[in-house]
Antibody, heavy 120, light 108 residues
Framework: QVQLVQSGAEVKKPGASVKVSCKASGYTFTNYDISWVRQAPGQGLEWMGW????????KYARKLQGRVTMTTDTPTSTAYMELRSLRSDDTAVYYC?????????????WGQGTLVTVSS | DIQMTQSPSSLSASVGDRVTITCRAS??????LNWYQQKPGKAPKLLIY???SLQSGVPSRFSGSTSGTDFTLTISSLQPEDFATYYCQQSYSTSSITFGQGTRLEIK
């Protein structure tokens, strides 16, 4: 069965970086993009960007350009999201997600979420 | 960026009620509109994709429709497990995917 398993919660100081992992199983990793979404406490969903697990192409949300990098490691079927120069408003639960079919609309598999807390 | 305006932001209803949630796009998104349900502490769950296609395993009381840039999620007869927050999402612009602000559905 398809699973996306994310790394554990992180506490970081302002200005630091965080790298969240998303390990995929149960499907051919390189056939699907991985998207990243975050949700600040009590707030809505915010798309951060996506990466093609096939060729490494990326697209990032404009507001995060220059601070976010998404990568994949094909041998371990793992996607990574690194966010730099952390601020308090980066405190959120971070999710990875996979579309229901390659190049299709709608994400039907999600990781369990990783809480990143930014606090001095 | 394409703005998705969702209404209402919150809604109180009773078990058995018919409920409608609306999402309006600031420009055409064709049928690249998805609906998600999210319960506290959980990841979102895909309900409807491509405006009106029911995701596998989702009860048939959920349906989606569209008229131009307006999209509607309907729950025909609310069940206790449907009380949650619902989000629309446009994926027409893959360089800037956006969500509505959410609709919190509460028990009356």
């Amino acid at each position: 069965q398809v699973q996306l398993v994310q790394s554990g919660a992180e506490v970081k100081k302002p200005g630091a970086s965080v790298k969240v992992s998303c390990k995929a199983s149960g499907y051919t990793f390189t056939n699907y993009d991985i998207s990243w979404v975050r949700q600040a406490p009590g707030q809505g969903l915010e798309w951060m960007g996506w990466i093609s697990a096939n060729n490494g192409n990326t697209k990032y949300a404009r507001k995060l350009q220059g601070r976010v990098t998404m990568t994949t490691d094909t041998p371990t079927s793992t996607a990574y999201m690194e966010l730099r120069s952390l601020r308090s408003d980066d405190t959120a639960v971070y999710y990875c997600a996979r579309p229901r079919k390659p190049y299709s609309s709608g994400w039907d598999y999600w990781g369990q979420g990783t809480l990143v807390t930014v606090s001095s | 960026d394409i703005q998705m305006t969702q209404s209402p932001s919150s809604l109180s209803a009773s078990v058995g009620d018919r409920v409608t949630i609306t999402c309006r796009a600031s420009q055409s998104v064709s049928r690249f509109l998805n609906w998600y349900q999210q319960k506290p502490g959980k990841a979102p769950k895909l309900l409807i994709y491509a405006a009106s296609s029911l995701q596998s395993g989702v009860p048939s009381r959920f349906s989606g429709s569209t008229s131009g840039t307006d999209f509607t999620l309907t729950i025909s007869s609310l069940q206790p497990e449907d009380f949650a927050t619902y989000y629309c999402q446009q994926s027409y612009s893959t360089s800037s995917i956006t969500f509505g602000q959410g609709t919190r559905l509460e028990i009356k």
